[in-house]
């Protein structure tokens, strides 16, 4: 009967590669949710910040472990990065090294890696945590200032009209000027454009690598897996870098710099009325919509 020694399979070059695909995997497709979400920009500011609203109510414990679950794919992608590399390093003579023909995806991997580190690092700093010096978009009179006179937190809406609980009107991060802000910075939009570009060209060899490393990419279906590989990296790269170009030719502006549609309330604060047991609370537009507060 043959065991399966599993600590010794995760110790060796096929269970680094394993480990290497499946977390660079769960990296991927993280990369492209982030990016589906961040195109609701072009909805308009209550599309996004809706979104922004609905990630935030995830209770902790889930989204604590969601951030562990990324954190560690990082580490442990970079980790079996390096040994593989040391590993390739020391069984291949330096006569063999300088014959091998590579892309240049494969030979600026490296490199490549280092810069979308010290980019995601940024981007936490600057999106996520809002400590980037001048840009604490978490201090309201901070970011009253940068944006113009715009609010860090504004009113949540669905269909059209705000959201009301219990009478008040649902507050939300104003994620959409934040994004604007933040590309309205030429440095800062250019450092994302380069940043992104190398994240999806080291993700294309990423991608195709993980084929490789599933029996996928043989020579019936290298040139397929490629195709694929890089497709799904173009698409990630247009869809990033859309952001802060049109926020730089002024195809993206702040919220009161647009018209954005929404249904303004004639009354500072609704009239309510009673039926039965259940407030209900009246916003007088063009019409009358009804309220109805959760229990």
């Not at 059209?160 to 994004?179: A, C, H, I, K, S």
């Not at 990419?217 to 897996?225: D, E, L, S």
Request: charged content about 15%; glycine content about 8%; aromatic content about 10%.
């Amino acid at each position: 009967m043959i065991r399966f020694n599993f600590r010794q399979y995760l110790a060796s070059s096929l269970g680094k590669k394993f480990l290497m695909a499946l977390t660079g995997l769960i990296l991927v497709l993280f990369v492209m949710g982030h990016m589906l979400g961040n195109l609701l920009i072009f909805i308009g500011p209550e599309a996004i910040n809706a979104y922004a609203y609905k990630l935030h109510s995830i209770p902790d414990a889930l989204m604590a472990l969601i951030r562990g679950i990324l954190l560690g794919s990082v580490v442990l992608h970079i980790w079996m990065a390096v040994l593989l590399t040391l590993e390739n390093r020391k069984a291949k003579p330096a006569s063999l090294k300088s014959k091998v023909r590579s892309s240049y995806a494969a030979r600026t991997m490296r490199m490549s890696g280092v810069i979308v580190l010290a980019f995601i690092i940024f981007h936490i700093l600057h999106y996520t945590t809002r400590v980037v010096p001048s840009m604490e978009y978490n201090d309201g009179a901070v970011f009253t200032e940068i944006s113009g006179g715009g609010e860090n937190y504004v009113p949540l809406y669905k269909e059209g009209y705000p959201v009301l609980v219990r009478g008040e009107t649902v507050q939300t991060f104003n994620v959409y000027d934040m994004l604007i802000h933040g590309f309205k910075n030429k440095w800062v939009a250019f450092f994302y454009l380069l940043s992104v570009g190398l994240l999806c060209l080291h993700m294309a060899h990423g991608i195709s690598s993980l084929f490789q490393t599933m029996g996928l990419r043989n020579r019936r279906w290298k040139v397929g897996t490629d195709r694929l590989a890089a497709l799904y990296a173009g698409v990630v790269f247009i869809g990033f870098a859309s952001i802060p170009i049109a926020t730089q030719i002024g195809e993206l502006n702040y919220s009161w710099e647009r018209n954005t549609g929404a249904p303004t309330e004639v009354h500072s604060e609704p009239q309510t009325q009673i039926l039965g047991a259940i407030p209900v609370h009246l916003i007088l537009n063009k019409e009358v919509r009804l309220v109805i507060d959760p229990a």
